[in-house]
């Protein structure tokens, strides 16, 4: 899962790369960033990834118990509602796309509302393949299968990416032609695909409405919260988006974009991938009542998102001008000085926050696979309430757009404290003490190779792309070295894990040679 994350995320760079060089960062690249914020909406309302995180205990639970026939009737009841409810709400969507537009258009130009309401409607569609998709992703999850999972984001932002690059030249269209792709890659990634892998592994669908099934009732009691709460990570692009239109600049939804999706990078590589392969087996513990194995399992799981978050962030922060010059300064993206300037500037900010985000993808699925989804979305809500608050007083005291990713932060690190303790009230305490050490040594170590890449990347300064690319890729793997002789020398016990993945990788490189 890490991989294949891995990939998506660079995937996704790619895909944000792909765009800025062929459609700039002005007004066209605005219109896209609005125009998303449309079905990413609609896949909020019907809780989205929350469908498979009610769904997932559940289905595990009955799995695990042997009644596969009862678990395979679940299935088919919630992916029936689920494809009502979403195709219900396509249809909505689509008839006020133009209010939506206007709304988070704000004080942008009138320009911006036509492209975006356009590419919002070609994307609506993509949300009942990701819906459904969700929930028969989530039987794969629940038998330990992760080829589905893994290929369904990748799939995706292949359709974006060539959507981009074929269809300019193919059918003569502009910015549209992401959404186009989008569109292919959705039903190609969260329908077919996964729909192949689960006859492949045997599966039962029989449409039905029957609500009242047994274990049916059990997955929207635990879905409601979900549906009713405003959880920060999932409402944070559209906040942030809304306040960005509040500033009168061409380019700044654009930028605030770019610079949350590269800082969201590392919560996808590491937190959301470990999150994502640790809940089958946390939902198992806690099916069948191994309470001290499941805290244990958390208190491992963080410290090593830690470990890896942490440096995350303070690299992002050393070597942002490179990641946006390689990234973003190509084609008419280049032509943007004062866009990539105030890129970097956001992604340097945003760096502050990187390890609180990955460490809450963890807690949440911590309190999903005990199937409490109340309290964790509740706390999440007070937490986008807070942001709101913040950027609502930072747009009115000062026109410096970078109050928002430091509002962000803010809100980002309150959120993991407080998921934290409420998560030790309703399972124990973890360990707390290793969590603490492990996020301290990690800060310094992170410091002491943040500041080696930060001052050798400004000797280091070349002139071409090809210069910048070598710069980039040495002096990180440098960088993330230190940071591992660092920690090393700190006695941390997650630099065992990496020993022992090096250990095995030579002795199979002296067993080849061997033979």
């Known amino acids: 899962m890490v991989f294949a994350i891995t990939l998506s995320r660079i995937l996704g760079m790619v895909r944000n790369t792909v765009m800025a060089s062929k459609f700039g960062l002005g007004m066209d690249a605005d219109s896209y960033a609005i125009a998303v914020l449309i079905p990413d909406m609609l896949f909020l309302l019907v809780a989205g990834g929350g469908l498979s995180s009610a769904f997932i205990p559940v289905f595990t639970e009955y799995w695990q118990k042997d009644k596969k026939d009862q678990a395979w009737k679940i299935f088919s009841v919630v992916l029936t509602v689920s494809f009502l409810i979403a195709t219900f709400l396509v249809g909505l969507a689509w008839v006020y796309s133009p209010q939506i537009v206007d709304y988070f258009r704000d004080n942008k130009p009138a320009e911006v509302a036509?492209?975006?309401?356009?590419m919002s409607r070609i994307m609506l569609p993509a949300q009942v393949a990701f819906l459904c998709g969700s929930v028969m992703l989530g039987t794969l999850y629940a038998r330990r299968v992760f080829m589905g999972p893994a290929l369904a984001p990748n799939v995706y932002n292949l359709g974006i990416i060539l959507g981009a690059m074929l269809l300019p030249?193919?059918?003569g269209l502009g910015i549209e032609s992401m959404a186009w792709g989008a569109l292919a890659g959705a039903i190609i990634g969260?329908?077919?695909i996964p729909a192949f892998m689960m006859a492949r592994e045997g599966s039962s669908f029989h449409p039905s409405l029957d609500v009242k099934t047994e274990g049916v009732k059990q997955f929207f009691v635990l879905l409601l919260p979900i549906l009713l709460g405003f959880s920060l990570p999932s409402m944070v692009n559209f906040i942030t988006q809304k306040f960005a239109s509040s500033y009168n600049q061409t380019g700044l939804n654009i930028v605030l974009s770019s610079a949350n999706n590269l800082m969201q990078a590392p919560l996808g590589i590491f937190g959301q991938a470990l999150a994502l392969a640790a809940f089958p087996v946390l939902a198992e513990f806690a099916a069948t009542n191994?309470?001290?194995?499941?805290?244990?399992?958390?208190s491992k799981t963080l410290r090593t998102v830690i470990y890896v978050g942490v440096p995350s962030g303070a690299l992002m922060f050393a070597f942002a001008p490179q990641i946006v010059n390689v990234l973003y300064g190509y084609g008419e993206a280049a032509k943007s000085e004062r866009e990539l300037g105030q890129i970097v500037e956001c992604l340097r900010i945003y760096s502050f926050a990187i390890f609180a985000w990955c460490v809450q993808p963890i807690l949440m699925r911590g309190f999903f696979s005990i199937q409490k989804t109340f309290k964790p979305i509740a706390v999440s809500t007070l937490m986008t309430g807070l942001f709101i608050g913040l950027c609502v007083w930072a747009t009115k005291v000062s026109p410096d757009y970078r109050w928002i990713p430091w509002a962000t932060n803010a809100a980002a690190i309150v959120l993991a404290i407080s998921l934290y303790c409420a998560l030790e009230v309703e399972v124990g305490k973890l360990d707390r003490g290793g969590v603490l050490l492990t996020?301290?040594?990690?800060?310094?170590?992170?410091?002491?190779?943040?500041?080696?890449?930060y001052y050798a990347s400004a000797v280091w300064n070349p002139v071409t792309k090809a210069g910048h690319v070598a710069s980039l890729a040495l002096l990180s793997l440098t960088s993330m070295w230190i940071y591992f002789f660092a920690t090393r020398w700190l006695k941390m016990p997650e630099t065992a894990y990496f020993e022992r993945a090096l250990a095995r990788r030579n002795q199979k490189k002296a067993d080849d040679e061997k033979l």
């Open 114 to 118: 036509p492209k975006a309401i356009e």
């Open 169 to 171: 030249g193919m059918m």
């Open 190 to 192: 969260n329908l077919v």
């Open 290 to 298: 191994q309470m001290p194995k499941y805290r244990d399992q958390v």
């Open 439 to 453: 996020l301290l040594k990690s800060t310094v170590a992170g410091v002491v190779a943040a500041a080696f890449g």
